[in-house]
């Protein structure tokens, strides 16, 4: 039987339970939701631009540990990203967890939501831990659509 | 039979070392169905009621014999009020659309109850907007179980179909079935019983329960994945028109026009599994020599164990009836404060097996403020030390959120 300490590990636990990120942001550029209908996950991400800068991201919802601290950790590790860059580091997520890279250069701009790594491990978490970068590849194209809705 | 005897009848559970607790989704098998099922494909296999030949009569004999034994098994009256589905859910979407969608009209009302899973619901959704009938629902109580004045509220001169589980998937409640069905009757309506959590725990009397309808799978009771029974009761059968249209189930087929088979050909077009039919007809073989009596005296005493262990943790949230006597099966819960496929993956990597979700009753959830819960489920061959595995891990759970929690 797999050890899930290194899965449910201090740093996880933190943004999961007790996220700074979830807040509510006043004057947002996009703003979405994403939900896992078989498990009842559901976040909203809040996007704020200031350019193509995102300037500031949070969330609202309930679901798993593993879906809150995604959330919550991406936002840490693309705020202050351009769009372009953000488009890159999602894409690395989503090759990570579904064990398609292996490029360390390319893993480490994913600064802590490195952390992940092994739920590639476990199949039934893998949309748990994708909803949040779904849900803002989702929004991003939108942007770029020019179809994004704020509040 | 002891309880360890019993065990080396399922090769899984001696493969595996794990404390397997999803028996609501499926159980697991014991050799003697699947020696049964490759029996079948090594001594009898051939395309039933297609052949002259020896070899498919015989593939016929084997099937139709099986449907002889359902019947005996339930009480049904006649052997073609059998009919073979691939699961309880296509039972269940054969009775809305043959029945329901025929004999209901604009204002008349279908009741279910909260508790149903999404394969009695979403079916009655659909024909009741599509027949502009009402869909109403039976709320449960603060103990989780339906009181008689709720069903007395509910079903009235203007319901035409009720819907109701035995036994529900997601609280293990048992429902008052021959309470229901006296009332409904009383007012004029049929009734169908979702028996998919309850027959393979306790005897089921179709006719005394005087059940209109009657559905189950045979996946949860033993036997292969990917057969299910409707039972019904031949004077509706015989009124309602097929569901599936196709081979073997027809009389006459003109070039614009068919005239039907009889019952039970009607409703089972195609090729049919027969595979599963036989094997659930040993599934049968087996909990007929283990014996409901035994079966109940055995998952009664781990229930209680269950139910005392489980009560003891504080961290927990039970989703439970207080009555016994009601109860079975299943028992729901949280550990307060975390999600529930957080405690179902780490309780996986202690081997321990429990479903985590909403366990297809999103409606129950929401009614109840919650949105997934853990479900522990029995039967006769898990063991008192598989509820201590249960314990053990929920509490290697709780200590790793504890200090996370808000």
Redesign the interface.
């Known amino acids: ?5 290194d899965i ?1 590990n201090e740093l996880i ?2 943004h ?3 996220s700074y990120n979830k807040k509510k942001l006043e004057n947002v550029t996009c703003s979405e939701i994403g939900h896992n209908p ?3 996950d ?1 976040i909203t991400l809040e996007l704020k631009l200031n350019g193509d800068t995102i300037e500031d991201m949070a969330f609202s919802g ?5 879906s809150q601290a995604s959330t919550s950790i991406m936002i840490d590790t693309l705020k202050g990203k351009t769009i372009g860059e953000a488009k890159q580091i999602i894409n690395t997520f989503i090759d990570m967890i579904k064990r398609e890279t292996k490029n360390e250069e390319e893993l480490e701009k994913l600064e802590d939501a490195i952390a992940f790594r092994n739920v590639s491990n ?1 199949p ?2 893998v949309k ?1 831990a994708l909803l949040a970068w779904h849900t803002l590849e989702d929004m991003i194209i939108k942007h770029d659509n020019s179809t994004c809705r704020g509040d | 039979m002891n309880i360890e005897e019993i065990r080396k009848d399922f090769p899984l559970l001696e493969n595996r070392n794990i404390a397997y607790l999803d028996n609501g989704a499926t159980t697991q098998k014991p050799i003697q169905v699947i020696n049964t099922v490759k029996e079948f494909y090594e001594k009898y296999n051939a395309n039933p009621h297609r052949g002259a030949y020896t070899l498919s009569v015989e593939a016929t004999e084997v099937y139709e014999n099986t449907r002889t034994k359902i019947a005996k098994f339930i009480n049904a009256k006649h052997r073609e009020e059998i009919i073979f589905s691939k699961n309880a859910t296509e039972s269940l979407n054969l009775i809305a659309y043959s029945y329901g969608m025929d004999n209901l009209k604009k204002d008349d009302e279908v009741v279910i109850s909260i508790m149903e899973h999404h394969s009695n619901l979403v079916p009655w959704q659909k024909v009741t907007k599509i027949t502009g009938s009402i869909l109403n629902y039976m709320y449960i109580n603060n103990d989780y179980e339906l009181s008689d004045e709720e069903i007395e509220a509910k079903i009235t001169d203007k319901t035409k179909i009720v819907g109701i589980s035995h036994v529900s998937n997601a609280l293990g409640t048992i429902n008052n079935i021959k309470k229901i069905v006296k009332y409904a009757h009383k007012k004029g309506a049929i009734v169908l019983v979702d028996a998919s959590q309850s027959i393979p725990h306790m005897k089921i009397d179709v006719q005394e329960l005087d059940a209109d309808f009657l559905v189950f799978s045979g996946h949860k009771m033993l036997a292969p994945l990917g057969i299910g029974v409707l039972y019904g009761k031949k004077e509706l059968l015989n009124k309602m028109t097929p569901f599936l249209m196709g081979g073997d189930m027809i009389e006459y087929v003109y070039e614009q026009d068919t005239t039907f088979a009889p019952l039970p050909n009607k409703f089972e077009a195609g090729t049919q599994n027969v595979e599963g039919v036989v094997g659930l007809g040993s599934a049968i073989d087996y909990i007929e020599k283990i014996g409901y009596d035994e079966i109940q005296r055995i998952e009664e005493d781990l229930l209680k164990y269950a139910r005392e262990q489980l009560s003891k943790l504080e961290y927990l949230d039970l989703y439970l009836t207080p009555n016994e006597d009601n109860h079975s099966g299943v028992i729901s819960f949280n550990i307060k ?6 405690v179902a ?2 309780l ?4 321990v097996c429990v479903r ?3 366990h297809c009753t ?1 409606p129950l ?1 929401r009614f109840l403020g919650i ?2 819960t853990c479900r522990a489920s029995f039967y006769f061959y898990n063991t008192k030390e598989d509820v201590d595995r249960l314990v053990e891990a929920l509490n290697k759970t709780y200590n ?2 504890k ?4």
Do not use: P, W
């Open positions: 039987m797999e050890d899930l300490t449910y636990m933190e999961s339970m007790n078989n498990c009842g559901e309930h679901g798993c540990a593993i476990m039934s978490r748990c | 404060g975390v999600h529930a496929h957080d993956s780490i996986d990597s202690q081997g985590s979700g909403n999103q959830m949105d997934s790793m959120f200090a996370y929690i808000k």
